[in-house]
């Protein structure tokens, strides 16, 4: 499977950005669907947007129009622009990746993980 590597994550005012990364290396990243799911205390994982292997992005309700899910086919990374960052917004962002073309907002639909990074939001 893919290794990957999250980054960009750090504490940040209300209303701020952030641009969070995900390096995946060892095999053809534009053959997977993939995904970023916060974690906050306490809770499961649940995604807020996915990409699907074509491109094609999905989000939830709640970051539609804050949040950009995107790629680089060529560098294997796959991006997160945060923007307009809220205080529930403050969890454990984690990148996964799955073999297939239509992403799944599940997370038990996806084999491989990063091993997250963290993004505080204070009000």
């Known amino acids: 499977g893919l290794h990957l590597v999250e980054s960009g994550g750090g504490v940040i005012q209300t209303g701020g950005s952030l641009r969070l990364s995900c390096a995946a290396s060892?095999?053809?990243?534009?053959?997977?669907?993939m995904g970023w799911f916060p974690q906050g205390t306490g809770k499961g994982r649940e995604a807020v947007a996915t990409?699907?292997?074509?491109?094609?992005?999905k989000y939830i309700d709640s970051v539609k129009g804050r949040f950009t899910i995107s790629k680089d086919a060529e560098s294997g990374t796959l991006y997160l622009q945060m923007n307009d960052l809220r205080p529930e917004d403050t969890a454990m962002y984690y990148c996964?990746?799955?073999?297939?073309?239509?992403?799944?907002?599940?997370?038990?639909?996806?084999?491989?993980w990063g091993r997250g990074t963290r993004v505080t939001v204070s009000p």
């Open positions: 060892g095999y053809e990243l534009r053959s997977y669907y």
């Open positions: 996964a990746a799955e073999p297939g073309l239509y992403a799944s907002m599940r997370a038990a639909d996806y084999t491989d």
């Open positions: 990409l699907n292997s074509d491109g094609r992005p």
